[in-house]
């Protein structure tokens, strides 16, 4: 259907790149500027980025003051293959903490379950979350829209529309929210397919995650494609990242990178945007291509992201969206 016929929705062995250094300390500047985060919304990160083990994890968190995790594999295995003696162990654990899961990091239509994949892949993957995610009092799973298996344009789309639309009746039924992510998949680059995907399957059951640092590794402009779905955003992944010359790309400090963090963050709270900003290194850990360097300082490098995303809310993103003393902004 054209898009002005449409109704409306209801409201990534080589030798690793080195980072430029983009942005540096001022002298006498404070190393952290203690800040919450802004009005109606939280901080959080997915935990797994840390550690592998849930004390890591949680370490982690508490070192940066944040109660809250977004969960996707503890000791290497994804929340929906543990069993159930592990996962009841993982919730009392969360529980005990005083650690709220705000989303759980499927695999559903991830980079490595193509269309032509078995779809009872995933819908016996969601089975499994309905019943945890209420264990665990969360709604939100996040999924993206599968990859491509050598299918024309046409029966991609095709094929993706028609599992999503299942997917998000099932999550429906069971009160979650399917979160897509712009990553890997037919929506997962471009702002009118998410646009199409939303429309077609027309559901409140499938909303957008908008990772700020995906479009550095797939070629596209972050803070573009956030303004065209802003409106459909309920859950934020914040990294940054550079691509060097020969076209790797490095994972860098939020707002060190070519992401445009600052931009995006800032649209977003514009635009009246509220909920879960969740930080997302991936400096040490990049499940989809096989990289874990996170060793013995992956709690610290965890631990600096979330600091750097703090200074970099208080020091840039609210004074951009704060009405400055005489009416203007501070832009």
């Keep these: 259907m054209p898009a002005e016929q449409r109704p409306a929705l209801p409201p990534a062995p080589r030798r690793p790149v080195t980072a430029p250094a983009l942005r540096r300390p001022v002298a006498g500047r404070a190393t952290h500027v203690p800040s919450g985060p802004p009005p109606g919304i939280r901080y959080a990160g997915i935990g797994d980025e840390a550690a592998p083990g849930l004390a890591g994890q949680l370490t982690a968190l508490r070192e940066l003051g944040w109660s809250a995790m977004e969960l996707r594999s503890v000791d290497g295995r994804s929340v929906a293959d543990l069993d159930d003696r592990a996962f009841g162990r993982l919730a009392e654990r969360l529980a005990a903490a005083g650690t709220e899961v705000v989303c759980v990091d499927s695999r559903i239509a991830d980079h490595?379950?193509?269309?032509?994949?078995?779809?009872?892949?995933?819908?016996?993957?969601?089975?499994?979350?309905?019943?945890?995610?209420?264990?665990?009092?969360t709604r939100y799973v996040r999924v993206m829209s599968y990859p491509n298996d050598g299918l024309g344009e046409a029966e991609w789309g095709r094929r993706v529309r028609q599992r999503m639309t299942v997917l998000?009746?099932?999550?429906?039924?069971s009160g979650l929210v399917l979160l897509h992510e712009n990553c890997a998949g037919w929506a997962g680059t471009r702002a009118e397919r998410m646009l199409d995907l939303l429309h077609h399957v027309d559901s409140p059951a499938l909303r957008?995650?908008?990772?700020?640092?995906?479009?550095?590794?797939?070629?596209?402009?972050?803070?573009?494609?956030?303004?065209?779905?802003?409106?459909?955003?309920?859950?934020?992944?914040?990294?940054?990242?550079?691509?060097?010359?020969?076209?790797?790309?490095?994972?860098?400090?939020?707002?060190?990178?070519?992401?445009?963090?600052?931009?995006?963050?800032?649209?977003?709270?514009?635009?009246?945007?509220?909920?879960?900003?969740?930080?997302?290194?991936?400096?040490?850990?990049?499940?989809?291509?096989?990289?874990?360097?996170?060793?013995?300082?992956?709690?610290?490098?965890?631990?600096?992201?979330?600091?750097?995303?703090?200074?970099l809310v208080a020091r840039e993103v609210l004074p951009a969206v704060t009405p400055a003393p005489h009416g203007g902004r501070h832009d």
């Design 208 to 311: 957008l995650l908008f990772d700020t640092g995906n479009g550095v590794p797939h070629g596209y402009g972050s803070a573009a494609l956030l303004r065209a779905v802003a409106d459909f955003v309920e859950h934020v992944h914040v990294k940054d990242a550079v691509r060097a010359r020969t076209g790797e790309v490095a994972y860098v400090l939020p707002g060190h990178g070519h992401a445009e963090v600052r931009e995006c963050l800032t649209t977003l709270l514009r635009r009246g945007r509220r909920g879960t900003w969740s930080i997302e290194p991936h400096t040490r850990l990049r499940p989809h291509d096989g990289t874990d360097t996170r060793g013995d300082d992956g709690v610290a490098a965890f631990v600096a992201h979330g600091r750097e995303l703090e200074r």
């Design 168 to 173: 998000a009746r099932r999550a429906e039924d």
């Design 112 to 137: 490595h379950r193509p269309v032509t994949g078995p779809f009872a892949r995933d819908t016996d993957e969601l089975g499994v979350l309905a019943r945890r995610c209420a264990v665990l009092g």
